[in-house]
């Protein structure tokens, strides 16, 4: 109701915006079909609802045990973020597919 994870921008980046509302980052997703972005958004969500972890950058993220692991990086251009409603003081986390 707060947050939503299926923003976009011009690069076709899907992101979160409102998790500053819940004291937190919000997330982009980058190099994934909108679909899987999407559910990576809300299940990294989630996992820092819920589970309250402390993040650092650099560390990975995997979604569950089937899936591929995700770099955790700051973005610092966050998308949109002259505006208002769409930018986050806390900031935004990234997350790309890690290739071994």
Same mark, same amino acid.
């Given at each position: 109701?707060?947050?939503?994870?299926?923003?976009?921008?011009?690069? %076709?980046?899907?992101?979160?915006?409102?998790?500053?509302?819940?004291?937190? %980052?919000d997330?982009?997703?980058?190099?994934?079909?909108?679909?899987?972005?999407?559910?990576?958004?809300?299940? @990294?969500?989630?996992?820092?609802?819920?589970?309250?972890?402390?993040?650092?950058?650099?560390? @990975?993220f995997?979604?569950?045990?089937?899936?591929?692991?995700?770099?955790?990086?700051?973005?610092?251009?966050?998308? @949109?973020s002259?505006?208002?409603?769409?930018?986050?003081?806390?900031?935004?986390? %990234?997350?790309?597919?890690?290739?071994?």
């Amino acid at each position: 109701m707060f947050v939503t994870s299926s923003v976009t921008d011009e690069g %076709k980046n899907v992101f979160s915006r409102g998790m500053h509302n819940l004291g937190l %980052k919000d997330t982009l997703v980058c190099g994934e079909e909108l679909q899987n972005a999407v559910d990576l958004i809300n299940v @990294f969500g989630y996992y820092q609802v819920f589970d309250k972890p402390i993040i650092h950058q650099n560390e @990975f993220f995997q979604p569950d045990p089937q899936s591929g692991q995700y770099l955790i990086t700051e973005e610092i251009n966050q998308p @949109f973020s002259d505006n208002e409603l769409f930018n986050n003081p806390y900031g935004m986390w %990234k997350l790309r597919r890690f290739a071994h």
